[in-house]
């Protein structure tokens, strides 16, 4: 049973109740990495990654419009969006925090864009910049698919807060 539907107008919501709700919906986690202003590596971890088509080959995530990052997406900037297996909590808690350097002791490796991709990642999708859109308090950066891999595993879950395994679901009869 739900605790409350909430009736007021859209201004009237509270936006911690608001996170609450959307947390109980399980995303998977990925990490976006780039280059910075200074072709240092860098990223940050999303749980809005999404397909968006297959003709033309297109992705989506997320990002605060005021994160710090935020500020590296413009037309044409490579990145890789690395699904994280759920082995890899500790790496999406590291891209997750502000911290001078995200990539310390973390293995990197070439992608066929200018941009690292992360090693053990499950799946690898190198892009450029499509198109950047407002979503209110964040932006949604449409990425232009050039190559992408994967290989076997299982990603990890970020559900109410905290970073999860999967775990099967036995058919109903």
Do not use: Y
């Not at 990490?31 to 202003?37: K, N």
């Not at 994160?67 to 690395?82: I, K, T």
């Not at 909590?89 to 502000?98: I, K, T």
């Not at 290989?151 to 970073?163: I, K, S």
């Amino acid at each position: 049973m739900l605790d409350r539907m909430q009736t007021e107008p859209t201004a009237q919501i509270d936006p911690r109740a608001l996170r609450d709700a959307f947390g109980a919906l399980p995303t998977g986690v990925a990490v976006v990495t780039l280059r910075d202003a200074a072709g240092m590596p860098t990223g940050m971890t999303v749980g809005s990654f999404a397909s968006l088509s297959l003709s033309p080959a297109l992705c989506l995530f997320s990002l605060g419009r005021n994160q710090a990052s935020a500020r590296l997406f413009a037309p044409d900037v490579p990145f890789v969006v690395n699904v994280l297996p759920d082995t890899m909590a500790d790496v999406a808690w590291q891209f997750a925090r502000p911290q001078p350097d995200k990539c310390a002791g973390i293995a990197l490796s070439d992608t066929a864009v200018d941009a690292p991709g992360l090693q053990g990642a499950i799946a690898r999708f190198a892009c450029h910049v499509d198109s950047i859109h407002d979503g209110g308090d964040h932006v949604i950066v449409v990425g232009r698919i050039a190559d992408f891999d994967h290989a076997p595993g299982d990603a990890l879950v970020f559900w109410r807060g905290g970073m999860h395994r999967p775990a099967a679901v036995g058919a109903s009869s």
